[in-house]
């Protein structure tokens, strides 16, 4: 809910080790290089002020998703905006998702469906409203219905 980093590989960090606590099968440094090399091919900010990291990481038998919300922002480096333009394109939203290797037709459903709720006017603040993680399902819920 309150996602403390100001940096993109802190975050991704930050999001990694709520992922392997939860799921201590994980590789920690295995899913922090796999982010990196994600990132070198392509930034993750796919709309203004959201970021969806993904990765495709053994151990799993289904997609594991966390969602993280940033008050005060993250430097992205987003490359859309210029740096006279700094605050509007720091992230605020991420939803890291982590996928079975080798589900490509998976793979596509999920990110398509992330970006159909993302784009539903509303979602974004509606989340970012929500004050606990019990709410934001709420949301998401809720939203995911207006499609």
Known sequence: MNLESSEKDVLFAEMTEVLVRSNPKLDRKKILKALDEREQKRNTCVFSKIGIPHINCDGLTEPLIALGISRDGIDYECVSYSSEH????????????????GDAELHLKVLADCARVLTVPGFYEAVLKAESPSQVLNVIREFETEQ
């Open 86 to 101: 700094y605050k509007e394109s720091l992230v605020h939203l991420v939803i890291m998702i982590l996928f079975e290797p």
